[in-house]
């Protein structure tokens, strides 16, 4: 039996929707990681401000920006999948 070309035709579009809002819930669940890893990152900073150790406060705060710029990359691609940003 030879396939129609009803049985070749394009699959719907909706397992592509679904793989982009699956893809946005995982890089959502990274930036919730990486914001709460920047807190605690914060935390060390705080320490050492509080042990007067302003070099070691200054490189924890690079850290924890780092990982807040990542977080923030991770929220813009997740919404730009879910067509919430142009």
Not at 11 to 20: D, G, M, S
Not at 38 to 53: D, L, T
């Amino acid at each position: 039996m030879t396939p129609t070309m009803q049985s070749r035709a394009p699959a719907p579009a909706l397992p592509n929707v679904q793989a982009r809002i699956r893809r946005a819930g995982i890089m959502q669940a990274q930036a919730d990681t990486l914001f709460v890893e920047a807190e605690r990152i914060e935390r060390f900073r705080s320490a050492c401000a509080a042990s007067n150790n302003p070099d070691g406060a200054a490189i924890w705060q690079r850290i924890a920006n780092a990982y807040r710029t990542e977080a923030e990359a991770c929220v813009f691609e997740a919404d730009k999948l879910v067509g919430a940003r142009p």
